[in-house]
């Protein structure tokens, strides 16, 4: 169980679905059926990569996840020491390899299909048993995979994560994606925690108070990321320093009791080290289509 919630996490770090309710119209039975809704983004797609070499890298590597940060005027991000002996283009650099390795190994496939649904094929992460943090970091630095392609869904993962639960959708002359997580499944899974939850009320109080770029439904919460779409077919699924800001303080809240990284980096001081510093930071996501 624990294994598949960290499938789950791999295809939700890469926020690739959403969805669309809007009823195909049977006015006319001469008519062939529609789809629920158009976007640009249907098809299917493979993780991608770009080579090139890092600031301090001893080579140039195959990238799937880009770190992307714009410092400041006057900053040089070379003397930004986290831990107090790491400087930050490294630590962007592994937390980027660590990532990249993640999607190249685990990550197969992704359809996104004309009704607002979609469907993957990925490789287990191999965790150690009864892992610490510890154990789990050093799974993630040099990451070991299945053999097998399994999908989702299936009968596996419909047992936790039901279809329906997630989906997609694309915002006309946005250029924004949407991915959703239905409030019934959130509901669902509240009312089986060990404290019952009403998970549902829960996000509708942080969207308030954090005035979080997400949208609320009757039937579904909607979060969103930028894309381009080249004419290649290359994807590149984003967020930004903009869509970032209203979500630090939740995070570093997440993170706040977590052990320190090699018993050295704090990830809450790392946090303010890099966003005090930017004037732009973006995360990104490559996918090419079939």
């Known amino acids: 169980m624990k294994n ?8 939700l770090v890469m926020p690739l679905m959403a969805a669309s309710f809007v009823s195909c119209s049977d006015d006319d039975d001469n008519v062939a059926p529609q789809p629920q809704f158009k976007s640009e983004l249907i098809g299917t797609y493979n993780p991608t990569f770009i080579n090139y070499q890092l600031p301090m890298a001893e080579a140039a590597m195959d990238y799937y996840f880009i ?3 714009t410092w400041k005027e006057g900053v040089d991000p070379a003397t930004l ?4 002996f790491l400087p930050m283009p490294q630590v962007l650099g592994i937390m980027q390899g660590v990532v990249s390795n993640l999607i190249k190994g685990g990550f197969v496939e992704l359809d996104l299909k004309d009704n607002g649904s979609f469907s ?3 490789k287990d ?3 150690p048993e009864n892992a610490d943090m510890s154990a789990i970091m050093g799974a993630l630095l040099e990451p070991q995979f299945g053999d097998v392609v399994k999908e989702f869904p299936s009968t596996e993962t419909e047992a936790v994560l039901p279809a329906t639960a997630l989906g997609y959708y694309t915002e006309d002359n946005a250029d924004k994606f949407f991915f959703t997580i239905s409030k019934d499944f959130l509901k669902m899974v509240g009312e089986k925690m060990e404290q019952p939850t009403d998970l549902v009320a829960m996000i ?10 997400i949208q609320s439904t009757e039937k579904y919460f909607a979060i969103p990321m930028k894309y381009t779409f080249e004419a290649n077919g290359l994807l590149t699924l984003y967020v930004d320093l903009e869509m970032m800001k209203p979500y630090l303080p939740l995070i570093k809240t997440a993170v706040a009791n977590v052990p320190p990284v090699m018993g ?11 966003f005090n510093n930017v004037s732009e930071f973006k995360l990104k996501l490559l996918l090419q289509k079939k």
């Open 125 to 127: 992460l191999v965790l």
């Open 67 to 69: 770190v992307e940060p």
């Open 4 to 11: 598949f919630f960290f499938k789950a996490a791999l295809f």
């Open 204 to 213: 509708e109080t942080a969207i308030s108070s954090f005035k979080l770029d």
């Open 264 to 274: 050295m980096i704090n990830l809450s001081e790392t946090m303010d080290l890099i």
């Open 81 to 84: 020491m986290v831990g107090g």
């Open 120 to 122: 993957a094929k990925y």
